[in-house]
């Protein structure tokens, strides 16, 4: 599988937004979605369990997308020193349940 960037366009404000880029001082929620397809092409060394009978919280490559996703924002890697400089919070998993056979 093919490895893809991620890419955060700038801001489309001219000027930019004062939050654009957001401050490191300041607490950020993202949201990030796409298809599961797209998300693997992002990381894909990492499994995502799509088992909707033994799902976990948070999958295991969620908090690796966080990270990333902090990388491109800020340009610099998330600061382990820094308690919750990334928290994953929530996960839409609409797509795995999909999956489950209706009975």
Do not use: N
Not at 7 to 22: F, G, K, S, Y
Not at 35 to 46: D, E, G, N, T
């Amino acid at each position: 599988m093919m490895c893809f960037e991620l890419d955060i366009p700038p801001c489309v404000h001219d000027p930019a937004h004062p939050l654009h880029p957001p401050p490191l001082d300041k607490p950020l929620r993202i949201q990030i979605e796409g298809p599961l397809v797209a998300v693997q092409k992002l990381l894909p060394s990492i499994q995502w369990h799509t088992d909707p009978l033994a799902l976990v919280f948070p999958q295991p490559a969620a908090h690796e997308l966080a990270k990333l996703t902090y990388r491109v924002i800020y340009g610099q890697d998330v600061s382990p020193e820094v308690i919750g400089d990334v928290i994953v919070r929530d996960e839409y998993l609409g797509w795995v349940m999909e999956e489950i056979p209706h009975r």
